[in-house]
């Protein structure tokens, strides 16, 4: 999701800037070598399609070009239509709040996206609260709860997998994973390798965060990620 720096470090709170910053000196301190070591994963993890039947396919948002869905974002959902066409949910729920300077929510542009593709809109559920990745998962987990769903197929780039997959299991949500291969960056490009690096980074400060939080014995903390 696309923000300015200052609204992104408004988000991250003060429980989020400390975090942030340990990942950074732990990355720094240890040469990178933490950060490669998750990168190793992000990078196992895209060439995952674990597709099988769900209770509904999860869509991640992605900000928003114009109030429109960029190219990133209509992978993710062509390949969440595809699933549902092959019948592994009977819904695709698509997740996303307002971002950036779009005047519409990331859920709804995909909705009318979708809609205009031909999914039913009775099969088309929106999330339009959240403003990056771990809020789309907790918000749709307060979702899945109230509506019985056991069982998501998450659906999004697949340099994301990896953090998208940890976030949602750190938040107990039992999610397979399936990969929007046709979505940019093409795979060994410069663009492809940063964002790797970017995505190492991310999942390396998630886990930090969580062992921090943990340490300290935080509930504040933890009940934003577990």
Not at 66 to 84: K, S, W
């Amino acid at each position: 999701m696309g923000r300015s720096a200052r609204q992104w470090w408004q988000e991250l709170g003060p429980g989020g800037a400390s975090t942030f910053s340990l990942a950074f000196v732990s990355g720094a301190l240890g040469l990178g070598l933490p950060v490669a070591y998750r990168m190793r994963a992000v990078l196992a993890m895209a060439r995952l399609d674990e597709r099988a039947p769900a209770d509904a396919v999860l869509v991640l948002g992605r900000a928003l070009a114009d109030d429109l869905p960029t190219e990133v974002f209509r992978a993710r959902l062509d390949h969440g239509a595809r699933l549902f066409h092959d019948g592994l949910a009977p819904r695709v729920v698509i997740s996303g709040g307002r971002t950036g300077r779009s005047s519409t929510s990331e859920a709804e542009a995909g909705r009318d996206y979708l809609l205009a593709a031909g999914l039913p809109g009775a099969a088309l559920h929106v999330e339009d609260r959240s403003r990056h990745t771990l809020e789309n998962l907790f918000f749709v987990r307060e979702t899945a709860r109230a509506a019985g769903w056991c069982k998501l197929l998450l659906v999004t780039d697949p340099l994301h997998l990896a953090r998208a997959a940890a976030l949602a299991r750190g938040l107990g949500l039992d999610v397979a994973l399936s990969g929007a291969a046709a979505a940019p960056p093409p795979t060994g490009t410069v663009a492809w390798l940063l964002r790797a690096i970017r995505e190492g980074y991310l999942l390396h400060w998630y886990h930090v965060g969580l062992a921090y939080s943990r340490a300290i014995g935080s509930s504040r903390l933890l009940g934003r990620v577990t």
